[in-house]
């Protein structure tokens, strides 16, 4: 299929191309862990911070994180970093320094590559199929307490990486969707027009919604619906419905032919 101009299919990450089965157990575990990395951390800096105290400031910045995301509200990783030292104690990132800030980002974001979460069997046949369909393909993420550049190490082992033309997440641009902003940094690194872009995801408000409003065409990848969005289910209208992005072939191929009608 021959394009007359250039188009682009972007994807959301979470619950769209990966997932955790048992979500409260990993969660959790991949919690406790990235306190227990923390405190070790700050100890090998000559600070003690009690476990349970770091674990429950980290949940609580990575619940406001979640929040903001609703507002299309983000920030740096380093900054949320800082954010949950400074919890702890309002002098810590001033005595550890810049190096020390970094090194305990480092530390908790270990956890995510050692408890990852599951790459939906089949996803990275279906990206191929939609690229050698001729479009560019995108990712646009709201992420939580855990980096870009951590996400991208654990892309590269499940051979994800190379597979997106641009990775647009949150936390590097401190810009989350529903915000057009964070779409439309990834149009213009893509180069290719909002009309001409088809944007998948699981939640109606940041995807369907964030990305229509940019003038993109959408994909609502429903799943299980979660009751918190059945009621946003009867406002928001994506343009194609599927249960997962294994169905997705076939929608963008009649995406496609409505574009250059």
Known sequence: MILERPAAATFDLWDTLIFE???QQVSGERRALRAEYGVDELSSMGESVDRDVLFKVLNDVSDEITK???R???LHFGEWVRSALS???AGLPGRIGEVGVATFGAAIDRAFLELPPTLL???LEVIDEIAELGLKIGLVTNTGLTSGGTQRDWFAT???LGRFDYMAFSNEIAIAKPNRIIFDVTIRALDVSASRVLHVGDNLHTDVRGAAAL???TVWAKGEVP???TITAQTAKPDFTVETVLELPAVVGKWIESLDD
Do not use: F
Request: overall charge negative; hydrophobic content about 15%; proline content about 4%.
């Open 21 to 23: 089965p048992d979500q």
């Open 68 to 70: 903001g995301h609703g």
């Open 72 to 74: 299309g509200r983000d």
């Open 87 to 89: 919890e702890i104690d």
């Open 121 to 123: 069997d089949g996803s």
């Open 158 to 160: 499940i051979g994800l």
């Open 215 to 217: 003038g993109m065409s």
């Open 227 to 229: 009751s918190e969005q």
